[in-house]
């Protein structure tokens, strides 16, 4: 059973920063590229980035330079670093892995920027 438990969300100002945090199974963690996807009210999900088995990240345009994916394998997490916040990056976050061509998604955790 594939198991994506985020954490981390909040209030935040804008121009502050969260770190959110993703935590899966050994096996899922150690085998696939992890994402994460978010979604604001009356908009479709989108991506913001992921990361790579090998640590090689991707970012969404509307975050790059802002927002730092990395994992810690000892730990099988993985992070979503957010600085410079902005309102528009008021959404609920989510954690999502590719198994076989199965979509797994984490609970999501909201963010809010205030302005």
């Known amino acids: 059973q594939v198991q994506l438990v985020e954490s981390g969300g909040g209030l935040v100002q804008a121009g502050g920063s969260l770190r959110l945090s993703c935590a899966a199974s050994r096996s899922i963690f150690s085998r696939n590229r992890m994402g994460w996807y978010r979604q604001a009210p009356a908009k479709q999900r989108e991506l913001v980035g992921g990361i790579t088995t090998d640590g090689t990240t991707s970012y969404g345009e509307s975050v790059k330079g802002r927002f730092t994916i990395s994992r810690d394998d000892a730990k099988n997490t993985v992070h979503l670093q957010m600085n410079s916040l902005k309102p528009e990056d008021t959404a609920v976050y989510y954690c999502?892995?590719?198994?076989?061509?199965?979509?797994?998604w984490g609970q999501g955790t909201q963010v809010t920027v205030s302005s």
């Open positions: 999502h892995v590719d198994v076989y061509g199965v979509d797994f």
